[in-house]
């Protein structure tokens, strides 16, 4: 594991909780996740395959905003905790 760089490689990437929101579309069956300290495309994949293997899944996009607010938005029937679930898995916390 490498000892610097982005959050997902840092040795405790668990120090900051990242923040996860969702808002759900109905009409299309998608649902929105805003997911903070995605950083580059290591993070994004592991934040992917977590959330692809999401019972209901369909299609996972990830919009990466590097050190912002990214988007995570999962098509199909999902329990938005277990894709909530799948983020932290993933090494982004939800923040209460």
Known sequence: MATGGCACCTP???TGLQEIRS??????????????????GHCVASVTKQVAAVHGATAVEVDLTSGGVSTVTVTGPVDPDEVRAAITKAGYLPRS
């Open 23 to 40: 808002t759900t579309t109905p009409a299309t069956g998608t649902t929105t996740y805003r997911v903070g300290g995605l950083t580059c």
């Open 12 to 14: 405790d990437r668990a």
